[in-house]
């Protein structure tokens, strides 16, 4: 059973770099056409999407946000990593990876993408 | 950039009673709209992707549907573990968003 688990520092310095990386277990990393999506929840909050990449190293990156992330995948280790950079208390917040599968039928329709495993969450404080 | 907004933002029912949350899109996204539970310390959960496909291991009582830009969640017959903050979410364009949340409460 594919299992996804966040991991990076708890606590990142206002103006500092914020590193975070999934581990894939369990599973194939490589196989089919899934993207790899790294999503924030402030506390008390929604759910908001930070950027996804397919295995190939292809990004796609939230608009509000895409000045300062690079997200980065690497096969060998079935992982993929975030950073995010001039951090401010804003950025606070539990922080998910997650699967993205799409859904094709046998006739080969495609009917979308969806987030179908997620990590745990890690809480990410910026605090001096 | 797509918005979408959720109706109620809470709401609390009845063990056995039918719920329905909607999303409505502020613009046409076809039927790329999923819906994910959240349950207090936890990660979101997938139960319907595409509208209307229930994702492996959702109960039954769970369903979705669509119309137009406007999209709706169902649960057929509430039940304790239900309680929870039902989200959802847009696949249609970048940024792929989600809604503000519907929080469900158990009487």
């Known amino acids: 059973q594919v299992q996804l688990q966040e991991s990076g520092p708890g606590v990142v310095k206002p103006s500092q770099t914020l590193s975070l990386t999934c581990s894939v277990s369990?599973?194939?990393?490589?196989?089919?056409?899934?993207?790899w999506s790294w999503i924030r929840q402030p506390a008390g909050r929604g759910l908001e999407w930070i950027g996804r990449?397919?295995?190939?190293?292809?990004?796609n990156y939230n608009p509000s946000l895409k000045s300062r992330i690079t997200m980065s995948v690497d096969t060998s280790k079935n992982q993929f990593s975030l950073k995010l950079n001039s951090v401010t208390a804003a950025d606070t917040a539990i922080y998910y990876c997650?699967?993205?599968?799409?859904?094709?039928?046998?006739?080969?329709?495609?009917?979308?993408?969806?987030?179908?495993?997620w990590g745990r969450g890690t809480l990410v404080s910026v605090s001096s | 950039d797509i918005q979408l907004t959720q109706s109620p933002s809470s709401l609390s029912a009845s063990v056995g009673d039918r719920v329905t949350i909607t999303c409505r899109a502020s613009?046409?996204?076809?039927?790329?709209l999923n819906w994910y539970q959240q349950k207090p310390g936890q990660a979101p959960v997938l139960l319907i992707y595409?509208?209307?496909f229930l994702h492996g291991g959702v109960p039954s009582r769970f369903s979705g549907g669509s119309s137009g830009t406007g999209f709706t969640l169902t649960i057929s017959s509430l039940q304790p573990e239900d309680s929870a903050t039902y989200y959802c979410?847009?696949?249609?364009?970048?940024?792929?968003?989600f809604g503000p949340g519907t929080k469900v409460d158990i009487k």
């Open positions: 990449i397919y295995n190939s190293g292809t990004t």
């Open positions: 979410q847009q696949s249609d364009s970048a940024p792929f968003n």
């Open positions: 997650a699967r993205v599968n799409s859904y094709y039928d046998a006739d080969g329709y495609y009917y979308g993408w969806y987030f179908d495993l």
């Open positions: 613009q046409s996204i076809l039927t790329y």
């Open positions: 369990g599973g194939p990393f490589t196989s089919g056409s899934s993207y």
């Open positions: 595409a509208a209307s």
